[in-house]
C-alpha cells in the first residue's frame, strides 16, 4: 500500500503504478534486522532498499533531486544503520548522535533512512512534496521528526553543525556531530568560514562528509568552478582528512571510526561517489540532478534496484 | 543639561549579569567584541563566548546551532552586517525553525556617522521586520536597552534589537518599566500624536515642546516595539488626536513609520506624515550634521506635525 493515514495529503495524491508503491511489508521485513548488527552484505541490501524508497517517492511528487541522494545512500546508509546513536521514538533524546543534511536537496535519503529507522512510518513516504506532508521539498526541522536543521539554502550546515558540536563540548556531552556537504555545495564562501571555525574550536566531535559526486547543476566541477585540489583544501585550513570510496561500506565505517581517534581537530571525509549512483541511466547524468523519474524511467529504475 | 548615556554599554554590561543569572547564555561575535560590547561577557564568561572572526554569515548559522541545541544565543556585529550580510542565514537557519537566537546590532542607523554609508544601517528594520517569526526592538535609551536585553534572554523565539553607537539622552524616568509589544506614553496630546523610537524619541519630545509654546499639543508615544506593534496605542492615537507622525533613524520604506501607516490605513485612516531617510544613501559626516542632512531633528518633526495638522 502507498497511502499514508493523512487523509488530507492521500486526497492530493495522484495515482501511482503498484510498481512505483512504497510497501509496508518490506518496511516491517526490514525492521527485523536491527541496526548496528546489520552485516555488510545486509547495508547493501539497505542501502538499495532506500535507493528504491527514493526514486519512487521522487517519481510520485513528480520533482526532486534523485542525483544527490543516490550518491549519498551508502554513506547515509552506514550513518544511520551502524554509525549514529539515536532513539526514533526520543527524537529530542540530549545524547543523541547529530546527522545535519547541509545538501537540503537530498532531503529524500534523509527521509528514506529515518523512516526505515523507525522516525516516522514508511508509508507517509509517500507524501514527499505535497501540501500538507511532513516531508518537505528541502529540509524542514519544526516538520519532520529526526530532522536537525531547516536547509536547502547552501553552505550554511557545515556552520550549524559548528553550534551543535560546541553546545555538545560547553555541555559535556558525548555526542558526535556529522554534518553531509554536496561538492557543488564548496562553491558557497560560508563553508570555508566554517571550516576554518570548526578547526579554530578544535571539534574533534565533529566529522564533515563530502559526497563529492564530481556534479553540479551546470556541469562538472571542472567545468563550472573547480574546487581541487579539495582534500588539500580541507588539510590546509586545519582538518584531518579522510579520501575514501563513498559506496564502499566498509571504507566508510573505517572514516568513521578513523574520525573518533583525532583529537584537537575535526575529521572531513572526502567521499568519492557516483551521482545518480544504483541507476544506470541516472549515473553520471546531470539531467536528473533535479529531474523526477517518468513512470518508465520509474519502473526500469525499480527493476535495476530490485 | 540632557543626561546620556550607551545603549551598547549598557548592553553589554547587561550581558555579562545575564552570564552570571543563567549559565545557559552563550554570545558570539565577529571581530567587533570591543566596540558591541560583549567584550564585558567575553572578559567574566570566556568558555562561553565565541569570537567567529569577520564571518557574520558563519556566525548566524553558528548561533542557530547552538540555539537548536538549547542554548540562549545572543549573537552581535554592527546593525548593517547582523541584518544585511546575513540576511539568508537568518532567514533560513533562525527565523524558519523560530530559533533562540537574538541579534543585537549596534553602530544601528546614521549616526555612526563619519564611518560612511558602508556602515549607516538604514534596512535593518525592514529586513528584521521582515523575518516572519523575529520581534523587532529598537531602544530609546540605556535605561530601555539594558530592560529589552533582559526581556529578550528570557522568551524563547529570535529577536533583533538595534542599538547605537553614540550615547544617546536618557528619555525615560527612572522607574520606567518596558513591555513588549507596548508603547509607552511620553506625553499626553490632542492635536496630533509623535510615534518615534530610538534616539528619534528624544528629538519628538523636543519637537512637542517647542509646539506647545504654539499651543499645539502633541502626544508622543515611543514605540521600541517595532514588531509587534502597539495596534491599540496606535488605532487610540488616531481617534484621539487625528493625525499621527512617525519618525525613525531609518529609511522611510518598511520601518516604524511604514509599519504604523499599515495600522492606520486599515483601522483609523487619519493624515500621517513620515519622518524618516528618504530613498537615498548617505553620506559621512558628524551624526548631527547628517541628522540635519537627512531631516531627522526636532525641527523637521516640528514641520511635520504643522503640516499634518493642516491636512487634518
Redo the contacts between chains.
Keep these: 500500500m502507498s497511502l499514508s493515514g493523512n487523509e488530507k495529503v492521500s486526497l492530493a495524491q495522484k495515482d501511482i503504478s503498484a510498481s512505483a508503491s512504497i510497501s509496508d511489508a518490506e518496511a516491517l521485513n526490514s525492521k527485523a534486522l536491527r541496526r548496528r548488527e546489520l552485516s555488510m552484505d545486509e547495508l547493501v541490501q539497505m542501502a538499495r532498499r532506500l535507493r528504491r524508497y527514493v526514486v519512487t517517492m521522487i517519481a510520485q511528487a513528480g520533482s526532486g533531486h534523485p542525483g544527490g541522494s543516490l550518491s549519498a545512500a551508502d554513506i547515509v546508509t552506514a550513518l544511520y544503520f551502524k554509525e549514529l546513536r539515536y532513539e526514533p521514538t526520543n527524537p529530542q533524546w540530549p545524547e543523541r548522535d547529530r546527522f545535519i543534511l547541509s545538501k537540503g536537496h537530498a532531503a529524500p535519503i534523509l527521509y528514506a533512512a529515518l523512516a526505515e529507522s523507525g522516525y516516522f512510518p514508511v508509508a507517509e513516504l509517500s507524501t514527499l512534496r505535497q501540501l500538507g506532508s511532513c516531508l518537505q521539498g528541502h529540509t524542514d526541522r519544526t516538520l519532520t521528526p529526526g530532522v536537525e536543521m531547516s536547509s536547502g539554502s547552501l553552505g550554511q550546515g557545515l556552520s550549524f553543525a559548528i553550534g551543535t558540536a560546541l553546545a555538545g563540548r560547553l555541555d559535556k556531552r558525548s555526542y558526535r556531530v556529522y554534518a553531509l556537504l554536496g561538492d557543488g555545495e564548496c562553491d558557497e564562501g560560508q563553508v570555508w568560514e566554517a571550516a576554518m571555525a570548526a578547526a579554530h574550536f578544535k571539534l574533534d566531535n565533529l566529522l564533515a562528509i563530502v559526497d563529492h559526486n564530481g556534479l553540479q547543476l551546470d556541469g562538472t566541477n571542472r567545468q563550472i568552478m573547480n574546487l581541487e585540489p579539495l582534500a588539500d583544501k580541507w588539510r590546509s585550513f586545519g582538518w584531518h582528512v579522510v579520501e575514501i570510496n563513498g559506496h564502499d561500506f566498509p571504507a566508510i565505517l573505517g572514516a568513521f571510526w578513523e574520525a573518533k581517534k583525532i583529537k584537537g581537530q575535526p575529521t572531513a571525509v572526502i567521499a568519492l561517489t557516483i551521482k545518480g549512483k544504483g541507476v544506470s541511466f541516472m549515473e553520471n547524468n546531470l539531467e536528473f540532478h533535479g529531474r523526477a523519474p517518468n513512470p518508465e524511467e520509474l519502473a526500469k529504475a525499480m527493476k535495476e534496484l530490485g | 543639561m540632557v543626561q546620556e548615556a550607551s545603549t551598547r554599554e549598557v548592553y553589554g554590561q547587561t550581558l555579562a549579569q545575564l552570564g552570571a543569572e543563567d549559565p545557559n547564555i552563550?554570545v558570539l561575535d565577529a571581530d567587533l567584541s570591543r566596540s558591541t560590547m560583549t567584550k564585558f561577557f567575553a572578559e567574566r564568561f570566556p568558555?562561553?563566548f565565541?569570537d567567529?572572526?569577520i564571518?557574520e554569515?558563519?556566525?548566524?548559522?553558528?548561533?542557530?546551532?547552538?540555539?537548536?541545541?538549547?542554548?540562549t544565543?545572543f549573537a552581535s556585529t554592527f546593525a548593517v552586517f547582523a541584518t544585511g550580510r546575513c540576511f539568508?542565514?537568518l532567514?533560513?537557519?533562525v527565523a524558519?525553525?523560530?530559533l533562540n537566537v537574538k541579534v543585537v546590532g549596534t553602530h544601528g542607523g546614521i549616526t555612526v556617522g563619519e564611518d560612511g554609508f558602508s556602515h549607516h544601517s538604514i534596512e535593518d528594520i525592514a529586513l528584521a521586520c521582515s523575518l516572519p517569526s523575529f520581534t523587532v526592538i529598537v531602544p530609546a535609551d540605556a535605561t530601555e536597552a539594558a530592560q529589552v536585553v533582559r526581556v529578550a534572554a528570557s522568551i524563547n523565539g529570535p529577536f533583533y534589537i538595534r542599538l547605537s553607537r553614540p550615547k544617546t539622552p536618557l528619555v525615560y524616568p527612572s522607574d520606567y518599566r518596558f513591555v513588549l509589544g507596548k508603547a509607552a506614553m511620553m506625553r499626553q496630546g490632542s492635536d496630533a500624536t509623535i510615534i518615534a523610537n530610538g534616539l528619534m524619541v528624544a528629538a519628538a519630545l523636543k519637537a512637542a515642546e517647542r509646539l506647545q509654546q504654539d499651543k499645539i499639543s502633541c502626544r508622543v508615544l515611543s514605540m521600541p516595539t517595532v514588531k509587534p506593534l502597539d495596534e491599540a496605542a496606535i488605532l487610540q492615537a488616531a481617534q484621539e488626536t487625528g493625525a499621527i507622525v512617525t519618525a525613525e533613524e531609518h529609511l522611510e520604506h518598511g520601518g516604524l513609520g511604514s509599519r504604523v501607516a499599515q495600522v492606520v490605513v486599515k483601522g483609523k485612516p487619519v493624515p500621517m506624515s513620515l519622518v524618516a531617510i528618504k530613498n537615498t544613501y548617505t553620506k559621512s559626516g558628524k551624526p548631527e550634521q547628517l541628522l540635519q542632512k537627512c531631516g531627522l531633528t526636532a525641527e523637521d518633526i516640528e514641520a511635520a506635525v504643522r503640516e499634518v495638522i493642516r491636512r487634518k
Design positions: 552563550v568558555e562561553r565565541f567567529c572572526g564571518a554569515q558563519n556566525m548566524m548559522s553558528i548561533a542557530a546551532g547552538l540555539a537548536a541545541s538549547g542554548k544565543v539568508d542565514q532567514r533560513m537557519s524558519q525553525p523560530s
